[in-house]
């Protein structure tokens, strides 16, 4: 990286020549959960074969806070420092996961074994590729249980850290719901085998145990008594001991040596709270018969929050658990509820669904995903304060729309469900909380919703599975239909997966060399002399099919394989061309086409001069087709990169012109050579319109001094029709086919040995 750069524009522009600023040092690894709140930072694993790459993040994210913690940074540069790294640092919080490494699938082949072999499935991962529209199809992120997907290109200074801040917001929730589950079952089996203790001191030097394994340190403490009939000046009781305090049983408190001890012990009885040290704990325990009761247990290091609500819980429940076992059953909720807006969970909405299941009801059911649009964009913006209270409110809003039967639930981040019957779960009623502003601190915001439903009926499977299959039509909703609610249906599961069968053997083919180019020829309308051909790519599968290029093409360009494939392609047709030239056919060009992707890249001119380069043409002789959609994009960025793609010298031509939505003005723009009347409007030159069609195109060119080429000819009277406009050129079935190398040259022969 080297140049100057607008500020803030781009991630990978952040780096300074006279200075690199470093984030955190990782120090040596430690539970981030038993740190102070000031101590405390979220881990984020970098893996990129890119030194640049980790710089410029670190650069982007200098002083940066997420939930009030700071950032300590892990450095990997392939997949085996990453999975080391992962063995012995606890705790990594996200992975910014780049695609392309030592392979160029290495990224994704490195998520199996994060989720499968380490069982890593807390942690959050951002997939980064520098290729453009190298985002993986619905189910491609399903299957590789990627989190989230960004363009190095895009992620912004600000939009690095919403996505930052959105992914460690998950990844809180989830460690806190397992820390809870773990937790509660803690105390669930501590309470039954305190039952089993006969007498209070036994049962005492239980809770002393079980304190002691829920916080993960050895059992070393006290519990004291004050009876119920004891002034509060009166020395306390310890009624209870373990470790290096055993001595003390049935003692009294000032014989305590540990003045720290028992001063948080006293503070705890007499304030009837818990005491938090970094010493230890002191537990107010409730009362019992023979008096209030407080547990100290030495711990040696900060208590995280998930376990201080844990301890106020087993605190809480010690004081009833002798006399009501049943007010354990209340504590589950804990893993099944939402803190933050008082919906349940994940967890509960799997236990709903099944619940349906199991039950086997006449009445039909459905679940709908509603994803708030934008808002992670609103969190950075307005902060996590004002976006806690934006999901409470629509939390609140979408409780008193759906009410029993219904099932509200919040599934992570900015994403509620509601589950319930069929003729509840419309369209129009889910988009109805959203349609007045919601009022927060004072201001008005307007949210719009994207949301996917699906029918139990559509569903093979469990609760899980159930939402998954919502959470691709979600994905596919917000690709495609953002702002609107979409229904399931099989087909986006089946397209989907036959998508991503066909790109695994695509990338199988082309990895293999078993793609191929062919030829076909363009003709001059006047004298029906060769002026050049277009390189076309096939692909012949496994069983000898050959497969439609409309089918493969869009897969390589959604996927990025279009990148490497674009420059194998360009390069074998210009290797093609240099062989025709050194033959005799020094006057003839070759168009290849250049998709968006390519367009974009942002390598493109260097790639162009690269393969230039190596077979050293003239690239006057090149012609790169583009299409209209380069209007649907950065359309001044686009227009300035095919000006300096015309400065090197090559020709660009408008393919299947009239299909797309360039308009006028942007036409001319495009500093662009010829015009290719697309195949549609030739195959309809016939009738009246379509024959106004074509001539107005050709007419269009001829203004703009454009070279007009009419491709898809099939016909001689469509050849004739063109002839009689001023078509330029043509190319088409009834001059010629697309051909392999050998049949191109026996052709050519042929046609020179005729004259």
Known sequence: MSGNFPKDKDLFVFKDEDK????????????????????????????????EVHQATLYALRDTKILTRNLEFYHAYNSAQALDILRTVPDIAVILLDVVMETSN?????????????????????????????APEIDVIRDYDINDYKLKSDLTKKKLYASLTSAVRSYKQLRTIEDSKKGLNMILQASSELLTQEG???????????????????????????????HVEEDLMIIAAAGDFCSLIDR?????????????????????????????????????????????????????DVDKGLLEIFCNNIALCADNISFLESLKDYAFTDTLVGLPNRNALEEVINRYIDQKSDVPYSLALIDIDNFAEIN?????????????????????????????????GDTFAVFGPTSHVQKKALLQPFVNPFQIGGELQLLSITAGIVPLTEIQGRGSEAIKDASIVLKQAKNQSRGQVVMFHHKMVDDARSRLQMLRNLRSAFELNQLFLVFQPKLKLSDLSVTGFEALIRWKDSFGRFVSPGEFIPLAEQSGLI????????????????????????????????????????????????????????????????TESIAMGDIEANLRRLEKIREIGFKLSMDDFGTGFSSFTYLQKMPINCLKIDRSFVNRSNTKSGREIVEMIVQLGKTLGLNVIA??????????????????????????????????????????ARG
């Open 20 to 51: 690199m600023i470093l984030i955190t040092d990782t120090g040596s690894p430690g539970s981030s959960d038993t740190q102070d709140d000031d101590d405390r930072v979220w881990r984020i694993l970098i893996i990129d074969d890119e030194e």
């Open 380 to 412: 950075a913006a307005l902060g996590q304060e004002y976006g806690d209270q934006l999901l409470k409110t629509a939390a609140d809003r979408l409780k008193a729309r759906f009410y029993e039967p219904n099932t509200v639930a919040r599934v992570g």
């Open 200 to 230: 209070l001191n036994n049962f005492a030097q239980g809770v002393i145990i079980h304190i002691a394994a829920l916080l993960g340190v050895a059992p070393e403490g006290v519990i004291c008594v004050r009876r119920r009939d004891q």
């Open 563 to 626: 990148i490497r494939m674009g420059e194998w392609i360009l390069r074998n047709a210009i290797a093609e061309l240099a062989l025709l030239r050194a033959k005799g056919y020094m006057n003839t060009s070759m168009a290849v086409n250049l998709s968006v992707a390519q367009l974009e890249h942002p390598d493109v001119l260097e790639m162009l001069m690269r393969v230039i380069g190596e077979n050293n043409i003239d690239p006057s002789f090149i012609e790169l087709e583009i």
């Open 106 to 134: 290495a990224g994704l082949d490195l998520v199996p074994v994060i989720r499968e072999q380490l069982k890593m499935n807390d942690l959050r991962i951002i997939l980064r590729t520098g290729e453009p529209n190298q």
């Open 711 to 752: 491709e898809g000819v099939e016909e001689e009277v469509q050849g004739v029709l063109l002839k009689e406009m001023g078509c330029h050129e043509v190319q088409g079935f009834f001059y010629a086919k697309p051909m392999e190398r050998e049949q191109l040259h026996q052709w050519l022969a042929a046609r020179k």
């Open 252 to 304: 009294p408190l000032s014989e305590m040596s540990e003045s720290i001890t028992s001063r948080l012990l006293r503070e705890s009885l007499d304030n009837r709270c818990n005491v938090f040290h970094k010493t230890g704990v002191a537990l107010y325990l409730g009362s019992h018969t023979r008096g209030d009761m407080s547990c100290y247990v030495a711990s040696g290091t900060p208590i995280s």
